[in-house]
């Protein structure tokens, strides 16, 4: 299932211009930080370690600039950013749900820098409501020195739980998995943590939970009650 699409078209490498343009995109960023978010975020982090230190201070200021709403003059790092695609090459970054796991698949083939960017420009397009979410993401995905999986969209999302439901609807999720009907009125603070004690009880196996699964049952148990905690 594709959760979620970006298209960089880029300077061929053998052309001495330096141009970006943007192509197809599928960028959902509601619940913040959306596929479209982790998407955009992935690509920075696994192309920023390719940049020096003076274009990587750039595109921290660059990223700054996008969450602000500044207008971001031309061009951008050296690489000018124009509509037309017509003699550029592409890359395709997609997000990736299977079953449950999610999993990015990065098809790049211009220079790192042409990609961050790409994701910088992809970010400034979105709505002005989405945009400064959007900046915080790209932000922290930039200071992250680690491989890009679990670990990466949990640090993204803010989130212990990276299942395709809990990202795709967090409130959803947290009602489901502490036992609460879905589409009933808000549950209050003590009504979560009610759900939550007797949750923990079931599923630890000193009261007959599964031993395999209790860590994690646990670790769900505990982030449902902190999204309707903060919801709440």
Same mark, same amino acid.
């Given at each position: 299932?594709?959760?979620?699409?970006?298209?960089?078209? +880029?300077?061929?490498?053998?052309?001495?211009? #330096?141009?970006?343009?943007?192509?197809?995109?599928?960028?959902?960023?509601?619940?913040?930080?959306? !596929?479209?978010?982790?998407?955009?975020?992935?690509?920075?982090?696994?192309?920023?370690?390719?940049?020096?230190?003076?274009?990587?201070?750039?595109? +921290?200021?660059?990223?700054?600039?996008?969450?602000?709403?500044?207008?971001?003059?031309?061009?951008?790092?050296?690489?000018? !950013?124009?509509?037309? #695609?017509?003699?550029?090459?592409?890359?395709?970054?997609?997000?990736?749900?299977?079953?449950?796991?999610?999993?990015?698949?990065?098809?790049?083939?211009?220079?790192?820098?042409?990609?961050?960017?790409?994701?910088?420009?992809?970010?400034?397009?979105?709505?002005?409501?989405?945009? #400064?979410?959007?900046?915080?993401?790209?932000? @922290?995905?930039?200071?992250?020195?680690?491989?890009?999986?679990?670990?990466?969209?949990?640090?993204?999302?803010?989130?212990?739980?990276?299942?395709?439901?809990?990202?795709?609807?967090?409130?959803?999720?947290?009602?489901?998995?502490?036992?609460?009907?879905?589409?009933?009125?808000?549950?209050?603070? #003590?009504?979560?943590?009610? @759900?939550?004690?007797?949750?923990?009880?079931?599923?630890?196996?000193? +009261?007959?939970?599964?031993?395999?699964?209790?860590?994690?049952?646990?670790?769900?148990?505990?982030?449902?009650?902190?999204?309707?905690?903060?919801?709440?």
């Amino acid at each position: 299932m594709l959760l979620a699409e970006l298209e960089i078209f +880029h300077t061929r490498p053998a052309v001495p211009t #330096r141009r970006v343009a943007l192509g197809h995109m599928v960028l959902p960023v509601d619940p913040a930080p959306g !596929f479209g978010g982790l998407l955009l975020g992935s690509v920075v982090a696994a192309h920023l370690g390719g940049l020096n230190d003076d274009q990587a201070a750039d595109v +921290h200021r660059l990223i700054l600039e996008v969450g602000q709403g500044g207008r971001i003059v031309q061009p951008r790092l050296r690489h000018r !950013f124009q509509v037309d #695609r017509h003699g550029l090459a592409v890359s395709n970054h997609r997000l990736i749900g299977d079953g449950d796991e999610i999993s990015f698949d990065f098809n790049s083939n211009g220079t790192d820098l042409s990609q961050v960017l790409g994701a910088i420009y992809a970010a400034e397009r979105l709505a002005p409501e989405y945009r #400064r979410n959007a900046a915080d993401v790209l932000q @922290k995905a930039s200071r992250w020195r680690g491989p890009i999986g679990a670990s990466f969209i949990a640090h993204l999302a803010g989130s212990q739980t990276t299942t395709l439901e809990a990202l795709a609807d967090p409130l959803g999720w947290a009602l489901s998995t502490l036992g609460f009907e879905l589409g009933s009125k808000k549950p209050s603070k #003590r009504e979560v943590t009610s @759900k939550f004690r007797k949750g923990m009880r079931d599923v630890h196996p000193d +009261h007959g939970g599964d031993r395999d699964h209790a860590a994690k049952a646990m670790s769900d148990l505990a982030e449902a009650r902190r999204i309707l905690s903060a919801k709440g």
